[in-house]
């Protein structure tokens, strides 16, 4: 295993045939009873979609959101691993960060969880560790239908909890829990990995597969946050990397984006994307390039 973190979204479940996510996004509506009343358009952010979806279905037919995420959970673990998985897994990162419900990633559904705490709706701690390979379910799970993390409501108290670990420090009854904020415990030298959160301040990410469009609003907080350390220079040291893969073809379009991404520090690399598996074979073949050379250089500092 290396030292490598990847973050990585939905897009490479696009290569397996079935359930897409716009296919997933109609099953919603219908199963909402709202197909004739809501208007999907590409200006509505999604979390406020989902919202105008569910809240409409709860006029309609008093939907239970219960229900609906078990629903959705059922659809998402229907989408079936591909070769690109398996090439990710091939890589044998350290840690995966994902915002997938389903376990495509690691191949195989786990049989138990390793989070430090047991969340039933937000993913401050969702860890599932197999073959030494540590996934970071950041967005919750299809075994939690609850925790799947869609709707702005959602979105809002998930990034409540990621700023209390981050900067106010936390209140877990949980003693293992650090209760120091992690500004204050990378200041004091005391970096653990309970969280995901804690890599973004740490280690190199490369993230892959996830549009990271302006809804993961909670991603661009983190983002912006460690940027603002990271560039301050008064409070602590924020010394890795964080990597954003991008298809050729998205680049005139995402141009804004990319503006944003570069002002938060994350270098932008892209690749042709045309041939989807293909442009994943390319970013995974640079990944462990870099892998490699960064366990050679640990190897050689060691000796």
Not at 140 to 163: A, V
Not at 189 to 205: N, Q
Request: glycine share 6%.
């Amino acid at each position: 295993m290396n030292d490598l973190v990847l973050l990585v979204g939905n897009d490479i479940n696009n290569i397996s045939a079935g359930q897409s996510w716009k296919d997933l996004l109609q099953d919603i509506i219908a199963y909402c009873h709202t197909t004739d009343c809501i208007k999907v358009d590409d200006r509505k952010p999604f979390s406020l979609l989902y919202e105008e979806i569910f809240l409409t279905g709860i006029k309609k037919q008093r939907i239970n959101e219960k229900d609906l995420k078990a629903f959705i959970a059922a659809k998402t673990a229907e989408i079936r691993p591909n070769e690109v998985h398996t090439a990710i897994r091939e890589l044998r990162p350290a840690h995966i960060l994902t915002t997938n419900y389903e376990f495509t990633l690691e191949g195989r559904t786990p049989e138990h969880s390793n989070s430090l705490i047991k969340e039933r709706f937000y993913s401050i701690f969702r860890k599932y560790t197999l073959d030494g390979i540590h996934y970071w379910h950041i967005h919750g799970d299809c075994l939690n239908p609850m925790s799947i993390n869609l709707g702005f409501e959602h979105y809002g108290g998930q990034l409540q909890l990621m700023r209390n670990y981050v900067v106010s420090g936390t209140v877990y009854a949980n003693n293992e829990v650090p209760k120091a904020s992690l500004i204050r415990r990378i200041h004091n030298g005391e970096v653990y990995f309970h969280s995901w959160i804690d890599l973004f301040f740490t280690k190199d990410i490369h993230i892959l597969g996830l549009s990271l469009d302006f809804t993961e609003t909670d991603l661009w907080w983190l983002l912006t946050y460690r940027a603002r350390q990271q560039f301050n220079y008064r409070n602590i040291s924020v010394p890795n990397n964080i990597y954003y893969y991008i298809p050729d073809e998205y680049t005139l379009s995402s141009q804004l984006k990319i503006d944003l991404l570069k002002a938060n520090g994350v270098t932008v690399i892209s690749f042709p994307g045309k041939d989807k598996t293909a442009y994943y074979q390319q970013i995974i073949a640079q990944i462990g390039q870099l892998g490699y050379r960064n366990n050679l250089c640990i190897k050689q500092t060691q000796m």
